[in-house]
């Protein structure tokens, strides 16, 4: 018997309701998405989970998408309590909670698995799975690369995230950690999943298996251009970007394969599937309300007092640091910061230290915030300077102009790390070896005085 539909006024009232409360999020969706500091990549997922949405809308009776107001009124509440309440819940994590509430809210026999992987990334991302997944990654990649060339014949060991074979090292650097090859996988499976209209076993399963496959593809593309990076031979400049497309087309075809495989499987009985959505729809929510608690819990309690002057170094490299005033960005970013910022002249170069005591999100990376502040960044290999310490480099570009960004990060016991990722782990994992201070330097490029040099 087909479910009953519910009243116009009710599901519209639902409707309604969850606009009102996730107002304030869709306006931190606009925001983030225009203002450069995450891919844009996310606009993309939502529009093609809309039309996800409007063919399976337009099948026939029996496939009709209907609106649940009932847990649509309830997760209207929830959102409005985790974004208005005093909790401090991040808004990615609203995020995957009005994802959860379209899924439970929403009635599709068939199909749904896939639309509901699509809405998970129209959220934007791609910037927070660089800082938190970055690091595991690359030493993920540089486990497989360095197992394949230990079966090529070569006698290679993983040192963290280098390869080392004899005295040459080669580095898995924050670029080559995949990221959004994994995006763009995971973008095609649920494509797949909602055009194929698989449930949630062989969604998650297709989901799992992309990521698999993004792992294995990056271990090859790491090991074979180990090669020209450890100077055993030699290739040309376009080689290097060449490989990536190769191996970004082989994992996208993988894909398809898999997905095609996936949806030859006999399909579980139809009159199973209402009940096992609706309780793996609660399992979603509750696992996300815990999460937001978890990461509430983490970053409540008081910031660490603002560092006295005394405590920053007087020197960088033998040049004075002269203090400068926070800018305005800088000063509103330092009163939600758990720790203390503070700003340098150095020559005609500046210099920004961050210091905290616990790992933080708000420790990014310098190229999140130029990117938002409408510069155009470039990722380049990590910089040893003249006295032996290794940076990790980019570039930044804006009006004709370009500035060489470098970012070191410290802890109290001498142990330095050179990007953000790297760090965070290192911080949750050793949250004694605290504090830990940023140092990111901004010079202009090719024309800078500073003694920053390798």
Request: proline share 8%; hydrophobic share 50%; net charge positive.
């Amino acid at each position: 018997m087909p479910p009953r539909r519910p009243l116009p006024w009710f599901a519209a009232s639902a409707l309604i309701a969850f606009f009102i409360a996730a107002l304030p999020l869709l306006t931190w969706y606009v925001r983030r998405v225009g203002d450069g500091s995450d891919e844009p990549l996310g606009v993309i997922a939502l529009v093609a989970a809309l039309v996800a949405l409007g063919t399976a809308a337009g099948l026939g009776q029996r496939d009709r998408v209907q609106l649940r107001p009932v847990p649509m009124l309830a997760g209207s509440c929830l959102l409005a309590l985790a974004q208005f309440g005093p909790w401090g819940v991040p808004p990615l994590v609203v995020g995957l909670l009005a994802v959860a509430v379209v899924a439970a809210s929403l009635r599709m026999p068939r199909g749904k698995a896939g639309v509901v992987a699509l809405l998970v990334l129209s959220l934007p991302l791609v910037a927070s799975l660089d800082f938190f997944a970055g690091y595991p990654l690359r030493l993920a990649i540089a486990e497989i690369a360095g197992g394949l060339l230990g079966l090529g014949g070569l006698a290679v060991e993983r040192a963290g995230v280098m390869l080392v074979d004899g005295d040459r090292i080669v580095g898995i650097d924050p670029p080559c950690a995949g990221i959004r090859m994994l995006w763009s996988a995971c973008f095609v499976a649920a494509v797949l999943a909602a055009r194929l209209r698989l449930g949630w076993t062989r969604t998650l399963a297709l989901t799992g298996l992309a990521a698999g496959v993004v792992m294995l593809g990056n271990g090859l593309r790491a090991a074979i251009v180990f090669f020209p990076e450890s100077g055993r031979v030699e290739w040309p400049e376009w080689a290097h970007p060449a490989i990536g497309l190769v191996i970004h087309a082989g994992v996208l075809l993988a894909v398809f394969g898999l997905a095609e495989r996936l949806g030859r499987l006999k399909r579980p009985p139809e009159n199973s599937r209402p009940w096992v959505l609706g309780r793996r729809a609660a399992v979603v929510t509750l696992a996300l309300l815990a999460t937001a608690g978890g990461v509430t819990i983490v970053s409540r309690g008081a910031p660490a007092p603002p560092a006295d002057p005394g405590d920053w170094p007087a020197t960088l490299h033998g040049v004075a640091l002269t203090s400068l005033p926070l800018s305005p960005v800088e000063t509103r970013f330092a009163a939600a910061f758990p720790g203390s910022i503070a700003r340098f002249a150095w020559g005609d170069a500046e210099v920004i230290l961050r210091r905290t005591d616990r790992p933080t999100r708000r420790m990014h990376p310098a190229a999140h915030c130029l990117r938002a502040a409408g510069f155009e960044t470039h990722a380049e290999p990590a910089f040893r300077d003249a006295d032996g310490l290794l940076w990790g480099a980019s570039i930044a570009r804006r009006d004709g102009r370009r500035w060489q960004i470098y970012e070191r990060y410290t802890s109290a016991n001498g142990d330095a790390f050179t990007d953000a990722s790297t760090w965070y782990w290192q911080a949750l994992l050793h949250p004694r070896r605290g504090p830990w201070t940023a140092i990111t330097v901004i010079r202009p490029a090719a024309t800078s005085t500073v003694p920053l040099r390798g």
